[in-house]
């Protein structure tokens, strides 16, 4: 069982910054990959980039590509999701989620509760 926990989210400015956090509990989050979705209000859940257990493998989204970035901290069992330039159409709810497949659909066996972002123009 893996519980996640996301944090980082707001009201952020288009054109700064911002970085998602999502810790997870257990002591097997290193052997999950990790993925970060996002759904905007009356939109599906759609995908935003994934990392491999190791880190090796990572995928983004062409909506994200160039400017945001995934890493992970096995060691502190952290995923992070960092934004650069967010734009208002970033707007939505971000949920981090962990599984056993790399997936850039929605496969994961866990999901966090979300963090809601709000991009203002």
């Known amino acids: 069982q893996v519980q996640l926990v996301e944090s980082g989210g707001g009201l952020v400015q288009a054109g700064g910054s911002l970085r998602l956090s999502c810790a997870a509990s257990?002591?097997?989050?290193?052997?999950?990959?990790m993925g970060w979705f996002r759904q905007a209000p009356g939109q599906e859940r759609e995908f935003v980039a994934a990392?491999?257990?190791?880190?090796?493998?990572?995928y983004y989204a062409d909506s994200v590509k160039g400017r945001s970035t995934i890493s992970r901290d096995n060691a502190q069992n952290t995923v992070y999701l960092q934004m650069n330039n967010p734009k208002p159409e970033d707007t939505a709810v971000y949920y981090c989620?962990?599984?056993?497949?790399?997936?850039?659909?929605?496969?994961?066996?866990?999901w966090g509760q979300g963090t809601q972002v709000t991009v203002s123009s």
């Open positions: 990392i491999s257990w190791n880190g090796a493998s990572i």
């Open positions: 989620a962990a599984g056993r497949t790399l997936s850039i659909r929605e496969g994961y066996d866990y």
């Open positions: 257990g002591r097997t989050f290193s052997s999950y990959n």
